[in-house]
């Protein structure tokens, strides 16, 4: 199970994730997305989707991988709150997403992601597992 | 890093390793130690590498640490051989404000300021994720992202005399919807006519000190009188422009050897097919920015009426102007006694252009343009007025605002446990917002001080003050 904490930035805000491999660190940083988003992470009935995302190495796909939950949240009006990761490699990730709608009226809003950026973006292998700093444009 | 101070108001970053050109941070004794604890001044020398940059990588004083572009640069690119870099504009691409006065002094809304602050937040959709009460088809969503303001004016939102008193007319050339991607097109419908959160805001307040008599009544400003100012952008289809983008010119980047110290810096050359394809998609969010706050205008204007009961001619809620601060264009400037075609690259930045010059719209040709400076939530904002200074030494830029210099995080900390909403009523300043988090990220002390950064342009020649506004009333996203 991994864990996240947020670092300081002047303008934004900045991630610092880890996750016991790589399928963790991606889980881990869908859930810090997903409280940075709205704060208190809603249940009830969830919708599932298909999320894929791809990239060249693990630093852009953990990019895609965020960018493609926060459209689900901005673009279609829905939450992922469950990852299943089905396949991950360096270039791809598959996973199965369970999903609740967002209900201003009953959820809480926290912050307004604009993106996620490239910025000072590092994914780290060390003994303890693995780690990485995503900034995000709020 | 070593800066080097020139002057009171200017320090080069002198040019080292791959950098092009110096770069050179406008700022005063006090600031200059707040942008050097953050990474602001690299990421100034980083944006001088990129190719075809020309004089210097420019830094206002309001700058901080972004990500790729410091906030507050200012870069100008060779048309034939520069680049143009969508992490340079910014991921809210036409990011403004627009500012309007009226013909009522302070006295005559005080009773009524509870209830127009209550309509305007009824009226105008904000807070994250808000839809508009506009719900745009494929062809108006279109016609938006080519007319911009003048979508909104055709569709009686407004007037003639609004467009003439925006820049550029509130319309870009150049917008091709074609460039957009499906997801840029579905954050499109909804949003229209709404506000977002962050730093943006709906702010009624009064002319509170006037500096310069003859300007400010071009302007239609005069002491005590009452103004509102709309800060807000492209909303989602300007983000999901800049982040589809940026994604593509990374692959650019590498495919054109153009070797980058930060991803976010990816670019393309300005000729090539990519970089004329992002030109097109930026004008697209920029005309749909400008249609954004026409219409927020526009629903002000009737809660005023409704709410004093006035009719326009008696309110005279006229434009005094709306400028864009993320943003990149296509300018003539003089380089070395020599005219040339540049891409301008402001990102947190506003234009500022001196009395005479043919961009100045006709009604304000004599004495500037007007440059608008929003300060935070607690103390005062700015209108300036452009100089030939600017025109001479930074392509025409100065500030766009007071410029964070804490973050959200050390900013939710300051508060916790404050009441920040009754302490701005006890200042006289009625505050409503639509996130939790909004007040307490946007505190006064998150910012830097507005005076000082405006003393900072006006000392560097940048611009001069013209008139200070002072909150009264303020809707947060």
């Given amino acids: 199970m991994g864990s996240w904490e947020f670092l300081d930035h002047t303008a934004d805000v900045r991630l610092f994730v880890r996750g016991g491999d790589i399928h963790d660190l991606f889980i881990t940083a869908a859930r810090a997305l997903m409280e940075v988003l709205v704060g208190v992470v809603p249940t009830g009935d969830l919708e599932y989707r298909t999320v894929r995302a791809e990239g060249e190495g693990f630093e852009e796909l953990l990019v895609d991988w965020l960018r493609e939950l926060l459209f689900l949240f901005q673009g279609e009006g829905v939450i992922a709150v469950k990852h299943d990761i089905i396949e991950i490699d360096r270039m791809h990730l598959i996973a199965r997403c369970g999903c609740a709608a967002f209900d201003p009226m009953k959820m809480s809003m926290a912050t307004d992601v604009k993106a996620i950026t490239y910025h000072d973006l590092v994914v780290t292998e060390d003994d303890r597992g693995v780690s990485a700093r995503i900034v995000c444009d709020v | 890093m070593e800066l080097v101070q020139r002057d009171a108001y200017r320090w080069e970053v002198p040019k080292t390793g791959r950098m092009a050109v110096p770069g050179l941070i406008f700022s005063d004794d006090v600031m200059i130690e707040d942008i050097l604890r953050d990474r602001g001044p690299v990421q100034v020398a980083n944006v001088a590498t990129l190719p075809g940059i020309l004089t210097h990588s420019l830094a206002m004083p309001d700058m901080h640490w972004g990500y790729g572009f410091p906030i507050g640069g200012v870069a100008a690119f060779d048309i034939k051989n520069g680049v143009i870099s969508p992490g340079g504009v910014g991921y809210d691409i036409n990011c403004g404000v627009r500012l309007i006065r009226t013909e009522l002094e302070h006295g005559r809304i005080k009773k009524k300021l509870e209830e127009l602050i209550m309509e305007l937040f009824r009226a105008i959709p904000s807070g994250v994720g808000s839809k508009g009460r506009l719900h745009l088809n494929e062809k108006d969503e279109r016609s938006v992202l080519t007319r911009g303001a003048r979508w909104a004016v055709e569709r009686g939102m407004g007037g003639e005399e609004d467009l003439v008193r925006t820049e550029d007319g509130?319309?870009?050339?150049?917008?091709?919807?074609?460039?957009?991607?499906?997801?840029?097109?579905?954050?499109?419908?909804?949003?229209?006519?709404?506000?977002?959160?962050?730093?943006?805001?709906?702010?009624?307040?009064?002319?509170?000190?006037?500096?310069?008599?003859?300007?400010?009544?071009?302007?239609?400003?005069?002491?005590?009188?009452?103004?509102?100012?709309?800060?807000?952008?492209?909303?989602?289809?300007?983000?999901?422009?800049?982040?589809?983008?940026?994604?593509?010119?990374?692959?650019?980047?590498?495919?054109?050897?153009?070797?980058?110290?930060?991803?976010?810096?990816?670019?393309?050359?300005?000729?090539?097919?990519?970089?004329?394809?992002?030109?097109?998609?930026?004008?697209?969010?920029?005309?749909?920015?400008?249609?954004?706050?026409?219409?927020?205008?526009?629903?002000?204007?009737?809660?005023?009426?409704?709410?004093?009961?006035?009719?326009?001619v008696e309110l005279k809620m006229n434009m005094v102007y709306d400028v864009c601060h993320n943003i990149a264009k296509f300018e003539r400037h003089t380089i070395d006694g020599k005219k040339r075609e540049v891409c301008v690259h402001r990102k947190g930045a506003t234009r500022s252009l001196p009395p005479g010059h043919p961009l100045v719209p006709g009604p304000y040709r004599d004495v500037g343009q007007p440059i608008l400076i929003p300060g935070d939530m607690g103390t005062a904002s700015y209108v300036l007025v452009g100089t030939e200074n600017a025109v001479a030494e930074t392509f025409a830029s100065t500030c766009h605002g007071a410029g964070r210099v804490l973050s959200r995080k050390a900013a939710k900390q300051k508060a916790q446990g404050r009441a920040i909403a009754r302490e701005l009523e006890d200042q006289g300043i009625l505050v409503m917002a639509a996130g939790k988090n909004a007040l307490a990220e946007e505190i006064p002390e998150a910012y830097k001080d507005v005076d000082r950064v405006v003393a900072a342009v006006e000392g560097a020649g940048l611009s001069r003050k013209v008139a200070r506004l002072k909150p009264i009333g303020v809707i947060k996203g």
């Fill in chain 2, 170 to 312: 509130g319309v870009m050339e150049g917008a091709e919807p074609e460039a957009l991607s499906e997801r840029a097109l579905t954050r499109g419908k909804d949003q229209l006519g709404t506000l977002g959160s962050g730093n943006h805001f709906l702010e009624i307040g009064v002319v509170d000190e006037v500096y310069d008599d003859r300007t400010a009544r071009a302007f239609g400003l005069f002491t005590n009188g009452v103004v509102v100012q709309i800060h807000s952008g492209s909303r989602g289809l300007g983000y999901q422009v800049c982040d589809d983008f940026l994604k593509i010119m990374g692959r650019v980047t590498a495919r054109e050897g153009i070797d980058i110290p930060d991803r976010q810096l990816a670019c393309a050359p300005i000729g090539s097919d990519e970089g004329r394809e992002y030109y097109s998609a930026m004008a697209c969010a920029a005309n749909y920015a400008w249609a954004n706050r026409q219409v927020m205008l526009h629903w002000t204007r009737e809660v005023f009426m409704r709410v004093l009961n006035l009719s326009p």
